[in-house]
């Protein structure tokens, strides 16, 4: 179990999520997760967030229905 879970919370964001998770990926502790919710998006942000986790394995997507 990682010492610390990062979790972002994602709607529509294609313009900052990568920035976003990039950014927390580069931090200098390594013993973590990022857990990023996708809250019904419709645009790229699911296809951004599924490279992010297929490339790196402390990057966990959930895909959830629009619920606000």
């Keep these: 179990m990682p ?3 990062v979790l972002i919370p994602a709607h529509n964001a294609e313009s900052t999520i990568e920035a976003a998770v990039a950014s927390v990926l580069r931090q200098t502790c390594r013993d973590f997760e990022v857990v990023v919710v996708d809250d019904g998006s419709t645009d790229s942000t699911p296809d951004l967030l599924d490279a992010f986790s297929a490339a790196d394995s ?3 997507v959930i895909h959830a229905s629009k619920g606000g």
Excluded: C, F, K
Aim: glycine share 0%; net charge positive; no cysteine.
């Design 3 to 5: 010492l610390v879970s």
């Design 58 to 60: 402390r990057v966990r």
